[in-house]
């Protein structure tokens, strides 16, 4: 998914004119921390809430503030990953997006990118989640799916993450197979080091061993 079918064209632009007292209404309004700033349509950055705060007088014009702004922005024709990076290294709640020209097309809210983020992570479809650790010479996807498939499973998604300190690698599979303990065993005789298991008969398990639980605690 291109950045341009995330753009929320609800939120307003601000201009070099208006005033502080004027932005923080409208940041007020539409429960954002950062607004974009233009030119004659052209982006000038984002201004954010902290910065019109600390503003000396709420009648001067946002165009005092212009040292402050976060001139950083996303193509409109990028994947939606370019703009979750953005907002991860701003820390803003909204993310601009442009086209060729600097021009504003429009930004992207935390509130969307979350939402498409879930669904390209897959966290609303059903199915069991294994975490593995291990070297970056270990990792094979083809034998990995060898293992998943073996036991009548497919992966729906594949993630891997590097740990900071140990420089292991992180591989999290979503599978589409609720019951994965036979699928944790496999890898586990292959010598792969599973550390997280999420899947449904361990829940279920939890609710058995709590319910036996009570009943001997009642029976006392």
Do not use: C, W
């Amino acid at each position: 998914m291109l950045t341009a079918e995330l753009i929320n064209n609800n939120i307003p632009r601000l201009q070099l004119q208006d005033t502080v007292s004027k932005a923080l209404r409208l940041i007020n309004d539409y429960r954002v921390t950062h607004l974009p700033v233009v030119a004659a349509d052209k982006f000038l950055g984002l201004i954010s809430e902290d910065d019109l705060l600390d503003a000396d007088d709420e009648k001067l014009t946002i165009e005092v503030l212009q040292g402050n702004f976060y001139p950083g922005s996303v193509k409109e024709n990028v994947h939606f990953l370019n703009a979750v990076n953005y907002s991860n290294q701003f820390e803003t709640s909204i993310v601009p997006v442009v086209n060729g020209n600097n021009e504003l097309a429009g930004v992207i809210t935390l509130v969307d990118l979350l939402k498409t983020l879930g669904n390209f992570s897959g966290a609303n479809e059903i199915g069991g989640i294994i975490v593995m650790e291990m070297e970056r010479s270990q990792f094979a996807i083809s034998e990995i799916s060898r293992i998943v498939e073996s036991n009548d499973a497919t992966i729906l998604h594949l993630n891997t993450t590097v740990h900071p300190d140990t420089g292991l690698l992180t591989v999290t599979l979503h599978l589409n197979k609720k019951e994965t303990t036979a699928i944790v065993a496999a890898f586990e005789r292959y010598e792969y080091d599973v550390i997280y298991n999420f899947s449904d008969e361990k829940f279920e398990d939890n609710i058995d061993t709590n319910y036996r639980h009570l009943m001997n605690y009642l029976d006392i």
